[in-house]
Structure formats: structure tokens, C-alpha cells
């Protein structure tokens, strides 16, 4: 309010209000209808407002300046002290319904779900801005509506549920039928995912094919413990796929494909753009006819456990198309794991390799080396009869400028005799580094946080990944490190996570001393 106009008053009584009474910010305004002056405020605020002598006062000018409504004027909070003895700075009123929806929507694309439920609300603008799909991504079906038919029922009366983007058909506490499928039928929806925890046995294998064949990314899960109700829906699926679909990304985990014929999985994976094969049963015709018509930009990633009988033969034939691969199980024999190493090595497509319990012994050094660098992420558990040598060819080629690896994940590895400096320069080169149990040195952990104080590439650090639950504070060695030069390392992180202890069975190994040094250190430039 404009100190020069009739109105300072009211500006000095509400400060006697806020610095006398200590009562908070509060917000003031009269009704139109009642007359009556009301505020927003805290239940606190409230009682000390309305006991103080101020309050008749504030409520007789606010009555008083009705008509005049519009000569009233707002400051800023810096310029409150300074509002007495110098004319204020009037902030200019502002109608964030004019921004240009381009701009409204660059600002809302921040917001989670639950934010823009309330941006429907504000004004029509907002609301045109705020119905974008685009907006909604990953918005799924909330928690309360699987437990209740009811609650499932009355979320799907309201206009709120065609924003739905991700239906998760995971567990219910009711057993759906096809009356409850519909509700999907009428959603624009672009992701869906079904496991087995949901009983879908009322539900016909024609309404839950369309409802997947509509979406652009799908994931079926743990197929393999309920086999004939989703090895009918698979086959109801690929046919109606082989017709035209908008499926774009396909992952099946666990599921069993061997009844399907070779020409039909062909025909219905052609169209995709990214493939993902966890634990999947199928036949080499089978992976060689998907192949031979997919798209040549296409995204293929497989899992493999050799104790299911795969046909690790058949992973020859596509090594060079692959951009993901993860083995589990068994050695392979030594002459398959050459033949996969050599077409590797030629191969730039692959970014992921994931492999357990493989035996390399007979693999040269360089060309494990060479293999390992040209993949940007790499998990290795437990190389059986890994050498020194290999691993220092490993952690050489690190180092050169043209690696490719960014992130390494080691277990069940002893990498002692790796030159402290040369594992030091590697790790700080990567992204992101985890060693399980592996073996280290004292030298090796001392010199890889020196050379992290100074200036490291690494952003993220620990013994195992972050999903398995083992902070920084578990690294052996870790206590005997500098303070300082501890603080200084662990702040050139982007990512930190610190126990401190929370684990009765793997207790902290940081020092007092050093948790205060690492503390003092976050700053603006952490």
C-alpha cells in the first residue's frame, strides 16, 4: 500500500501486528458479501491476531479503502524497513495467464503428477496447458484403487483417470473380469506392464491383447509360473502385433516363446525399436528369424542363464547386433567364449555387457582388454582364473584415451596387484565405479582418494551399487585415509551415500574426525 495515500496507516498497524506481536506473515482481505474482514494464517497467527487491539483497527481502514480498492499498492519484503522514509518501489502486477503457453508448458514439464492435478484448477489457460499427455508421462493408477472395487470404480467416474500414462496390471486386492477391463479400453495409454500377481484368468486374452497392442511400451514379467494363461495371451499378442501395432519397446522377462512359430515372431517384432530378453526360453530358428527382419537401429538386449539350457551357439549368430548382453550360469567352453570375444572385438554396437561366473583364463589379455574398453558398461562377477595380468591389461586400457567404458562394476576379484597408481588414474577416469568383494590394497585406496582431491571424472563411487544397499563408509581402508583430502575427494562427487552405521553388521569405518571434515566441506562447489 502506497505510504503517500490515506492508506499508511494501515501499513504501520499491521507492522505493529508483525514486529510487536510477533505474529507471522499473514494475509488479510475483506469479504465483499459479509463485510467482514478475513486472513490466512496459521492457527498460531490467528490467536494472536485476533487478540490484539490492532485487529478492529486493520478491519475498520480495510472497510474504510473498499471503494478505492484499486489505488492500493504492494512492496517488496527489502524495502519494508525503508517504507516510512522513502517513496517504495511499486512491483508490477503480473498475469501469469499471458505467458505463452510455450513457456507455461516449459514450466510445468517440472512437476509431478500430483502437482498438476492442482494446475487443472487455476484457470482455463492453465488448465489447456496443464491436459498436455505429454505432461503426464508415468502417471499410474493410484495405490488406494487397487484395494477397493469401489475406490477402482470412483477413480475412473472422474475425468482425472483419462490421464492416465502407466498401468502397472500387477497385484489387486479383487479379481478383475472384462466389465473391469473396459475402463482401459477408453485410455490413451503409453506404457503397461503385467506380472503374475494379478489374476487374470476372468479376462479374455482378445481384450488384454488389444489393450497391450495400443500402448508403445510393454513388460511382461515371471511368465514362466503361470505358462498357460500368458503363453495363450503371447500367441493372441504376436498375431495381433503381426497385423499392426503401436508397440514400440518390448521387454519379456522370464517367458517361455518356444510355441511360438519362428515366422509369426518375425513378422511381429519387425517394427520395433528397442528388445529386451530376460531369462526368455527360445529357440536359435527363433532368434534368427526375429533378426531377420528387425529394423537395423533397433536396440537388442538379452539375458542368458546357461543353466536353462540356452543355446549359447545361437548368441554367435547375433553378437554383432547386439547393443545389451548379461550371462549367467556355467563356463561357457572355452573355445564359445573365444569365438564371443573375437566377434566382439569387432563389433562397436554393444553398450552393456553383464556377465557371472564366467571362466577367461584363456583369453589373451589384450583382447579382454580391448573387449571390455569398448563397452560403455561393464558388470563382471567373479572371473574364474582371472589373471593379474589380465586385470592390469584391463585397468591399462582404462586409462588410454581411446576407453569407451564409463562404467565398471567388479566382484569376487583380487585387484592387489594392480600398481596403486595405475588403478588409481583408472578409476578416477570412469564414471562410476563399484568392487564388491574384491580385493584392494591400502597403497591402492590411499592413492585413488588422492588423485580424487584433486580432480577426478568419477561420479559416483562405492564397494557395490547403490540398489545393493553398500555406501562409501563399508570401503576398507577408508578410515585411514587424510581428513582433508577425504573431504575433498568425496565433494568432487555428484552422488554420495553414507550409512553411518545403520547396518549392525557392516559397521561405519569412518572417523569422527573425517564425517566433520566432509561435512565442512559442502559448500556451493560440492
Not at 487455476?122 to 498436455?132: E, G, I, L, R, Y
Not at 530358428?285 to 537388442?300: G, S, T, W, Y
Not at 577408508?478 to 568425496?490: G, H, N, R, S
Request: glycine share 4%; net charge negative.
Amino acid at each position: 500500500m502506497n505510504n503517500n495515500s490515506s492508506y499508511g496507516g494501515l501499513h504501520v498497524e499491521a507492522r505493529i501486528l508483525v514486529e510487536e506481536h510477533q505474529t507471522p506473515l499473514l494475509c488479510f482481505y475483506l469479504d465483499k458479501e459479509s463485510n467482514e474482514m478475513k486472513l490466512i494464517a496459521d492457527s498460531e497467527s490467528q490467536r494472536k491476531v485476533k487478540e490484539s487491539e490492532q485487529f478492529e483497527k486493520l478491519e475498520f481502514m480495510l472497510k474504510c479503502t473498499l471503494n478505492e480498492k484499486k489505488k492500493l499498492t504492494f512492496y517488496d519484503d527489502c524495502t519494508l524497513d525503508q517504507c516510512n522514509q522513502q517513496d517504495p518501489i511499486l512491483l508490477p502486477l503480473v498475469c501469469y495467464d499471458r505467458l505463452p503457453t510455450e513457456i507455461l508448458k516449459a514450466v510445468f514439464e517440472f512437476l509431478g503428477p500430483e502437482d498438476l492435478k492442482t494446475l487443472l484448477l487455476v484457470s482455463k489457460t492453465w488448465k489447456s496447458v496443464a491436459d498436455n499427455p505429454l505432461l503426464w508421462t508415468g502417471f499410474g493408477l493410484p495405490r488406494k484403487c487397487r484395494n477397493s472395487k469401489e475406490l477402482f470404480q470412483e477413480f475412473f467416474e472422474g475425468s482425472l483417470s483419462l490421464k492416465l500414462q502407466y498401468l502397472e496390471l500387477g497385484q489387486f486386492d479383487f479379481k478383475f473380469d472384462d466389465h473391469y477391463f473396459e475402463r482401459f479400453m477408453a485410455l490413451s495409454l503409453s506404457c503397461i506392464k503385467i506380472t503374475t500377481d494379478i489374476d487374470l484368468s476372468n479376462v479374455s486374452n482378445e481384450l488384454l491383447a488389444t489393450l497391450v497392442n495400443n500402448c508403445k511400451v510393454c513388460s511382461i514379467s515371471d511368465a514362466f509360473l503361470v505358462p498357460k494363461k500368458f503363453g495363450a495371451l503371447l500367441k493372441v499378442l504376436f498375431k495381433k502385433m503381426c497385423m499392426g501395432t503401436k508397440i514400440k519397446s518390448l521387454k519379456l522377462e522370464q517367458t517361455e516363446l518356444t510355441s511360438i512359430p519362428p515366422d509369426v515372431l518375425s513378422e511381429a517384432f519387425k517394427s520395433l525399436t528397442s528388445i529386451k530378453l530376460n531369462f526368455v526360453a527360445i529357440s536359435s530358428d527363433q532368434f534368427k528369424a526375429i533378426l531377420k527382419n528387425l529394423r537395423i537401429d533397433a536396440e537388442v538386449k538379452i539375458k542368458i542363464d546357461n543353466d536353462k539350457g540356452f543355446d549359447t551357439e545361437c548368441v554367435i549368430s547375433i553378437l554383432d547386433r547386439l547393443t545389451g548382453l548379461s550371462f549367467y550360469g556355467e563356463p561357457l567352453i572355452e573355445e564359445q567364449l573365444r569365438r564371443w570375444m573375437d566377434i566382439l572385438d569387432k563389433s562397436g554396437k554393444l553398450k552393456s555387457l553383464e556377465m557371472l561366473d564366467i571362466g577367461v583364463s584363456q583369453i589373451p589379455a589384450q583382447l579382454l582388454s580391448r573387449v571390455v574398453n569398448k563397452i560403455e558398461m561393464v558388470k563382471v562377477r567373479f572371473f574364474e582364473g582371472v589373471s593379474p595380468h589380465q586385470l592390469k591389461e584391463i585397468f591399462k586400457g582404462i586409462v588410454k584415451s581411446d576407453s569407451k567404458i564409463k562404467h565398471l562394476e567388479l566382484d569376487c576379484m583380487n585387484l592387489r596387484l594392480i600398481n596403486p597408481e595405475l588403478f588409481a588414474k583408472a578409476v578416477n577416469k570412469l564414471d562410476s565405479f563399484y568392487y564388491g568383494l574384491c580385493e584392494v590394497s591400502e597403497c591402492q585406496v590411499l592413492e585413488m582418494f588422492r588423485i580424487m582431491s584433486l580432480g577426478t571424472n568419477l561420479k559416483n563411487l562405492g564397494t557395490c551399487c547403490p540398489e545393493s544397499g553398500y555406501s562409501l563408509d563399508k570401503m576398507e581402508y577408508i578410515e585411514l585415509v587424510d581428513p582433508d583430502t577425504l573431504a575433498k575427494a568425496v565433494n568432487n562427487l555428484e552422488s554420495l551415500q553414507l550409512d553411518l552405521g545403520a547396518s549392525f553388521e557392516d559397521k561405519s569405518r569412518l572417523t569422527l574426525t573425517q564425517l566433520l571434515a566432509i561435512v565442512k566441506q559442502l559448500n556451493s562447489k560440492t
